[in-house]
């Protein structure tokens, strides 16, 4: 049961215009979603985040939309840079016994290219 | 502040050997997660320890497990490995509710 979703494997955009990378969740637990931005052989690198009980966060060139309704999030980025072409996941997590946001369930991830 | 640090970066095991990875976490931060991440099934959680107990658990098999020290460090380790079970381990250091912060991982391949 795949509780968070990003339905497209790959994306392809050019140099100066916008990426949106889209992601949808079926757990009406989550109450904080993320995104991380990750390169071969290295580790997830966090980009921006936001909770439920907003529907917009924008850090820079990027901005997160949260639709609670419809389950869905989006990260967009304005302009889109050749450097920004890596894998993007988009993860959730819920308060676990009322403690811990320690687990993460990710997304199974975006391949983002900017060409130049 | 130093980053999440794993080690090893790369091992090599054959089928029914034990492995140990050891991460340490950015000074400060209490809590550390696992995490498993293959082609097919993508990342998955682990577990999580906190103040040396652990707080959360993924669904993986008893052979993988993990304990964590009295100084944050954490060590996970996978018992009579199986190939399936190669894959890049992460670790995350988190020193609030929100945030987590990723060292580089250790590749592990199975033979």
Partial sequence: DQQVKQNSPSLSVQEGRISILNCDYTNSMFDYFLWYKKYPAEGPTFLISISSIKDKNEDGRFTVFLNKSAKHLSLHIVPSQPGDSAVYFCAASARAGGTSYGKLTFGQGTILTVHP | ?111
């Fill in chain 2, 1 to 111: 502040k130093a980053g999440v640090t794993q080690t090893p970066r790369y091992l090599i095991k054959t089928r029914g050997q034990q492995v140990t990875l050891s991460c340490s976490p950015i000074s400060g931060h209490r809590s550390v997660s696992w995490y498993q991440q293959t082609p097919g099934q993508g990342l998955q959680f682990l577990f999580e320890y906190f103040s040396e107990t652990q707080r959360n658990k993924g669904n993986f098999p008893g052979r993988f497990s993990g304990r964590q020290f009295s100084n944050s460090r954490s060590e996970m380790n996978v018992s009579t490995l199986e190939l399936g079970d190669s894959a890049l381990y992460l670790c995350a250091s988190s020193g609030s509710p929100h945030e987590q912060f990723f060292g580089p991982g250790t590749r592990l391949t199975v033979l």
